[in-house]
């Protein structure tokens, strides 16, 4: 009887069960006809953004702000980046760091990223991207 219970069940599930949709990560490049790409995403734990910069030889410099609320209240991490570097990433770490002990923050929502490149070439780039957690 309790084979009989165990199958009808799973027997509906498996025939109703509805599929489980994963929400996208924004994966925009800032501008394709400039010849730079800086590609953010999330780190595989959700504790850090990882920004991606690629052509940089064109880029003098890169200003990076981060804004977020955490438990809600609001939250930020704002830098440059050296363009010197050439393509390497940024880590932009949810919380605090001394010595190598980290403290997360919690509960992440409404993160925004603010990019501005300054080329060589004097004009100025900026994208905005709305990241999900």
Not at 11 to 28: C, D, N
Not at 99 to 119: F, G, P, R, S
């Amino acid at each position: 009887m309790k084979v009989k219970i165990f199958l009808l069940f799973f027997l509906v599930f498996l025939v109703f069960g509805s599929p489980v949709l994963a929400r996208k990560k924004i994966t925009r490049n800032l501008s394709q006809p400039s010849g730079i790409s800086i590609k953010p995403k999330l780190r595989f734990d959700h504790r850090a953004l990882l920004l991606v910069f690629i052509g940089m030889d064109k880029v003098d410099k890169i200003n990076y702000r981060l804004t977020y609320s955490s438990d809600n209240i609001p939250q930020g991490i704002q830098g440059d980046y050296n363009a010197i570097l050439g393509n390497t990433q940024k880590e932009l770490v949810f919380g605090t760091c001394s010595k190598n002990v980290c403290a997360y923050h919690q509960n992440i929502k409404d993160m925004i990223l603010e990019i501005k490149a300054q080329l060589k070439s004097g004009r100025v780039l900026t994208q905005k991207y709305s990241i999900k957690p």
